[in-house]
């Protein structure tokens, strides 16, 4: 069983910055690709940024382009999410998760994910 635990949100002010990271447990962390989602109150849940297995090869939502970036550690089974310049429209709950099946590419879509974390806060206030 594969466990995902976030950590790193708060509350901060719109141009501040945050980092969050995402532990996974278990030996195979390297072998899959890993992707950090957001679901603000009363919105569909929404992909934010993705990270192929190894660490090459990124993807991300237009609206935090240029502004976040996703990395890993893969020797620390860490994947992070640094987020700069932050706006109010960035609150919402961050999710990481892990792409279903080994050695698959990065996605955007929230279906090809089998398992997820609890989810950390980010409140951005004006």
């Known amino acids: 069983q594969v466990q995902l635990v976030e950590s790193g949100g708060g509350l901060v002010q719109a141009g501040d910055s945050l980092r969050l990271s995402c532990a996974a447990s278990?030996?195979?962390?390297?072998?899959?690709?890993m992707g950090w989602f957001r679901q603000a109150p009363g919105k569909e849940r929404e992909f934010v940024a993705s990270?192929?297995?190894?660490?090459?090869?990124?993807n991300y939502a237009d609206s935090v382009k240029g502004r976040f970036t996703i990395s890993r550690d893969n020797t620390k089974n860490t994947v992070y999410l640094q987020m700069n310049s932050l706006k109010p429209e960035d609150t919402a709950v961050y999710y990481c998760?892990?792409?279903?099946?080994?050695?698959?590419?990065?996605?955007?879509?929230?279906?090809?994910?089998?398992?997820w974390g609890q989810g950390t806060q980010v409140t951005v206030s004006s």
């Open positions: 990270i192929r297995w190894s660490g090459v090869g990124t």
């Open positions: 998760a892990r792409v279903s099946g080994s050695y698959n590419s990065a996605s955007s879509n929230r279906y090809e994910y089998d398992y």
């Open positions: 278990g030996r195979t962390f390297s072998s899959y690709s």
